[in-house]
Nanobody, 112 residues
């Protein structure tokens, strides 16, 4: 059974940092790209970062480029999203996606 589980969300101050994790089990994690999305209240899903299967091809939405870093650990079946210099507009539920599989999301709130 495939499971995608995100964690690491929470409350952060503007300018602060959080690190999200995405653990994938029951699937050949290493063969596929990983993508992080987010959904803010009243808005559509936004693709914010992706990383190729090999880890060498990274892509970011303009809204997070230079502040967020996506990475993956092959041996741990885990992907990460390091989020720095957070802004209130980063408040959203963050989801990890691998092919047709999604996690339940983790809430990130940026507020003073």
């Amino acid at each position: 059974q495939v499971q995608v589980v995100e964690s690491g969300g929470g409350l952060a101050l503007p300018g602060g940092s959080l690190r999200l994790s995405c653990v994938v089990t029951g699937f050949t994690y290493s063969l596929y790209a990983i993508t992080w999305y987010r959904r803010a209240p009243g808005k559509e899903h936004e693709l914010i970062a992706s990383i190729s299967a090999g880890g060498g091809d990274l892509n970011y939405a303009a809204s997070v480029k230079g502040r967020f870093t996506i990475s993956r650990e092959k041996g741990e079946n885990t992907a990460y999203l390091q989020m720095n210099n957070l802004k209130p507009e980063d408040t959203a539920v963050y989801y990890c996606n691998l092919r047709d599989y999604w996690g339940q999301g983790t809430q990130v709130t940026v507020s003073s």
